[in-house]
């Protein structure tokens, strides 16, 4: 039986270009055969939306050994799809999204297209992997995560993850990061999302902004704590979104007409 190279997915939703991305594919390289597939431009907040009413087309922007790098004209998630769909010639062992310009903790993970390429290639049953630097800067400094991105990495080539489940790994801006902490996601939320301006030619337009909440900010389990605390945040996240724990209750409630 012919002993294959690992196999891994990159993609992002800050674009082909971000530093993140081209800084990823670096400390990774030498753990297998990398291919990325990636938005043409920023994608951020795409989540896991796709491209249905429009033809999504790819290019390839570079190869060489054990590296091939392409760009894609939809989502961060159309990416994943069509890589798996068109250019790999077998499941990959492993799909990375990141490394996001911004951390993904909290409520952010819903709205994350970096965590949208975690997710997609989680529900296709392989170990996924997304990583964040709590740094918006378009050259924001890696180079303290970088030993961690590869540990993990390593780690769960080695050993897989539970089928459906998927990590999420946020990191604080700082030269002097503490260690690892296995947390929980923060109960947080959003306000005061628009600011409204006036149009010269007349209406109102609108920006996305907001007010970020941290509902629990002394509960040391959660990512929030352990970012605010210069821990590198580990998340476990599930496919699976049913609340378990209301079936039973639901099934008490006389719903019948």
């Known amino acids: 039986m012919k002993n294959e190279k690992p196999l891994i997915l990159i993609s992002n939703d800050d674009g082909v ?17 990398i291919v990325v597939m990636a938005p043409d ?3 951020s907040g795409a989540s896991g939306s796709i491209t249905s009413e429009l033809p999504v087309r790819y290019y390839k922007v570079s190869e060489e050994q054990d590296l091939t790098v392409y760009k894609c004209t939809g989502t961060p998630v159309d990416c994943v799809k069509l890589a798996l769909f068109e250019l790999l010639p077998r499941c990959p062992d492993l799909v990375i999204g990141g490394i996001n310009h911004g951390d993904n903790s909290a409520v952010n993970v819903h709205y994350s297209g970096t965590m949208g390429v975690v997710i997609e290639g989680c529900l296709k049953g392989v170990p996924s992997i997304g990583y964040s630097l709590c740094d918006h800067d378009a050259d924001a400094d890696f180079n303290p995560m970088l030993p961690y991105v590869r540990r993990i990495a390593e780690h769960v080539l080695a050993n897989g993850l539970p089928k459906y489940t998927c990590l999420n790994v946020n990191v604080p801006k700082t030269t002097a990061l503490k260690g690892v902490r296995i947390c929980r996601q923060t109960d947080a939320s959003w306000g005061n999302e628009w600011a409204r301006g006036q149009h010269p030619k007349g209406g109102s337009y609108f920006w996305l902004t907001g007010k970020f909440t941290n509902n629990e900010p002394d509960a040391e389990e959660t990512d929030r704590w352990a970012l605010e605390h210069d821990y590198v945040a580990i998340t476990p996240i599930q496919i699976d979104m049913t609340a378990y724990h209301l079936i039973h209750e639901l099934k008490n409630w006389d719903l019948n007409v």
Not at 17 to 33: C, D
Request: proline share 5%; charged share 25%.
């Open 17 to 33: 270009s971000a530093k993140g991305l081209r800084v990823l594919v670096e400390t990774l390289s030498g753990l297998g055969e």
């Open 41 to 43: 431009g920023p994608r």
